[in-house]
């Protein structure tokens, strides 16, 4: 951007202007004698060069120590600090991208909190105002977090975009609001979030509720746990509600999860549309109850990776026809890659359409390396130890069932139900467990697995038939009652 230069005083002509007692003319004081100059022809002055440009900008010495910088970053000690955040973002259309802030105490908030970052208009009617800086909470604790209001787009954060978070410790927050909720964000974009715990967390929202963030696209999420309670009505999780592209990595669920449809004790749904998107080392331990699509770590799983993972809280649902439950996954779709997976928890459900110990429904997809050691009771259509239903071009691999299913002629100590389109191979179930049951109570055409007595399970020579040419299997401890497990495992 160029400026024109300012004309010095000294530099225009100097015209003296005399006017008569009656002013009745008016006449130029050219003692030379010479014609006034003609100003439209004057040269307009020269451009300022590039170089000597400087844009403006703020000075926050007034508002935060430090500089902003990677050094000396602006410091956040107190409520102040952060609500002047909140301002500068929300009010003053500051994005803060490239600028650097570190929380250096702990710090206790009071009333109601008004989230950092805007998604929609603002008290001023502008547009989006997301906080696109580098936060580093130092692990330092916030308290008192509280935010009791039918708006969206609410947490610490309301709005992130193209930022970096980490190291964020929140205790206690109270959230009572719409959707797209969050703790940490209510909506977060291209952002990565690392190292961050909130621990006994009551959060009530309505779509796209997580105890980590509502809705997060693009986003890298990794070292991340959760406690407390978290509740919703579409796309819940413990973690995350809804989640697009990106990965997550390393994330611990212990809080209750509750909603109505698309609940999760990790993450409501993951989808990979842009790019295939990667969930690893992602545990659930708290209770999830919920009516239509629920499970233990991801409800909906489409086009998405989802790799040495678990579930060990209770998975409870409501009376559905439409509803896929599973231990792990309720619905596993559009070449999805699963490995090493495993459920230790009851899944119970109340008159579904299908239930697995692992997962519910899979379709076009590759499951590599799963077990199941918890019991699948209740009413549904179709019913399975492993896996529900399995349709479409699905390849089940090296995995095994040693948990109870009903005994009835919709139930299989393997799966309820599988298309011929199926590939089903080094599969086995626990013949001492499954007594009478049913292998795979629907089938067409297909090589029934192999049952072994609950002793021949627990031999080193059954661990080398799961693992064939791989090393992912390992005996189990005394946590999986001595049953294979994988090498990760404890």
């Known amino acids: 951007m160029r400026f024109a230069k300012v004309l010095s005083v000294a530099a225009l002509p100097i015209f003296m202007v005399a006017c008569s007692d009656d002013n009745s003319s008016l006449k130029i004081?050219?003692?030379?004698?010479?014609?006034?100059?003609?100003?439209?022809?004057?040269?307009?002055?020269?451009?300022?060069?590039?170089?000597?440009?400087?844009?403006?900008?703020?000075?926050?010495?007034?508002?935060?120590?430090?500089?902003?910088?990677?050094?000396?970053?602006?410091?956040?000690?107190?409520?102040?600090?952060?609500?002047?955040?909140?301002?500068?973002?929300?009010?003053?259309?500051?994005?803060?991208?490239?600028?650097?802030?570190?929380?250096?105490?702990?710090?206790?908030?009071?009333?109601?909190?008004?989230?950092?970052?805007?998604?929609?208009?603002?008290?001023?009617?502008?547009?989006?105002?997301?906080?696109?800086?580098?936060?580093?909470?130092?692990?330092?604790?916030?308290?008192?977090?509280?935010?009791?209001?039918?708006?969206?787009?609410?947490?610490?954060?309301?709005?992130?975009?193209?930022?970096?978070?980490?190291?964020?410790?929140?205790?206690?927050?109270?959230?009572?609001?719409?959707?797209?909720?969050?703790?940490?964000?209510?909506?977060?974009?291209?952002?990565?979030?690392?190292?961050?715990?909130?621990?006994?967390?009551?959060?009530?929202?309505?779509?796209?509720?997580?105890?980590?963030?509502?809705?997060?696209?693009?986003?890298?999420?990794?070292?991340?746990?959760?406690?407390?309670?978290?509740?919703?009505?579409?796309?819940?999780?413990?973690?995350?509600?809804?989640?697009?592209?990106?990965?997550?990595e390393n994330v611990t669920n212990r809080a209750n999860v509750t909603g109505t449809t698309t609940v999760a004790g990790v993450v409501g749904s993951f989808a990979s549309v842009a790019s295939e998107g990667v969930i690893s080392a992602a545990m659930n331990y708290g209770t999830v109850k919920g009516t239509k699509d629920v499970a233990g770590v991801v409800a909906m799983l489409s086009a998405t990776k989802l790799e040495r993972s678990g579930n060990s809280g209770a998975v409870v649902a409501d009376s559905s026809q439409m509803s896929n439950v599973g231990g792990v996954i309720a619905v596993a779709s559009?070449?999805?890659?699963?490995?090493?997976?495993?459920?230790?928890?009851?899944?119970?459900?109340?008159?579904?359409?299908?239930?697995?110990?692992v997962i519910g429904s899979m379709k076009s997809v590759t499951g590599t390396n799963m077990f199941n050691l918890g019991k699948v009771s209740g009413i549904a259509n179709n019913m399975g130890g492993l896996v529900g239903f399995i349709d479409g071009e699905t390849t089940l691999q090296s995995s095994y069932n040693a948990g109870e299913v009903p005994d009835n002629n919709v139930s299989g100590t393997v799966a309820g139900k599988a298309s011929s389109t199926v590939t089903v191979s080094n599969v086995y179930y626990d013949k001492t467990v499954g007594g009478t049951c049913l292998v795979v109570a629907s089938q067409m055409n297909m090589e029934l697995p192999t049952g072994f007595t609950t002793d021949e399970m627990k031999a080193a020579t059954f661990?080398?038939?799961?693992?064939g040419t791989g090393s992912a299997w390992k005996a189990g401890s005394a946590t999986f009652g001595g049953y294979p497990a994988f090498t990760w495992t404890e």
């Not at 802030?101 to 603002?122: E, H, M, R």
């Not at 661990?463 to 693992?467: H, M, R, S, V, Y």
């Open 29 to 248: 004081n050219n003692p030379e004698g010479e014609t006034p100059q003609d100003t439209s022809k004057v040269e307009p002055p020269p451009n300022i060069p590039d170089e000597e440009f400087k844009p403006i900008t703020r000075d926050y010495s007034l508002v935060w120590q430090g500089e902003g910088t990677a050094e000396n970053p602006y410091q956040i000690a107190s409520e102040q600090d952060l609500a002047s955040l909140a301002f500068y973002v929300n009010d003053s259309s500051m994005t803060f991208r490239g600028a650097y802030f570190k929380q250096t105490a702990d710090i206790a908030l009071s009333g109601t909190w008004s989230p950092i970052g805007v998604f929609g208009k603002n008290v001023y009617g502008y547009g989006n105002r997301p906080f696109s800086g580098i936060y580093d909470g130092g692990l330092k604790t916030i308290t008192g977090l509280s935010i009791t209001d039918t708006a969206s787009y609410t947490g610490l954060f309301g709005l992130v975009r193209g930022a970096q978070v980490s190291n964020v410790v929140i205790k206690g927050a109270k959230l009572d609001v719409g959707s797209y909720a969050g703790v940490l964000a209510g909506k977060m974009d291209s952002t990565t979030i690392e190292n961050c715990s909130f621990e006994d967390v009551e959060i009530k929202g309505a779509d796209r509720v997580g105890g980590l963030v509502g809705e997060a696209t693009h986003v890298q999420a990794k070292n991340i746990s959760v406690t407390g309670s978290v509740e919703g009505v579409n796309s819940v999780g413990g973690v995350v509600g809804r989640m697009q592209d990106g990965s997550l």
């Open 334 to 357: 559009s070449k999805s890659v699963i490995n090493e997976v495993f459920n230790t928890a009851t899944v119970s459900v109340r008159r579904v359409m299908i239930a697995g110990g």
């Open 463 to 467: 661990i080398a038939t799961l693992n």
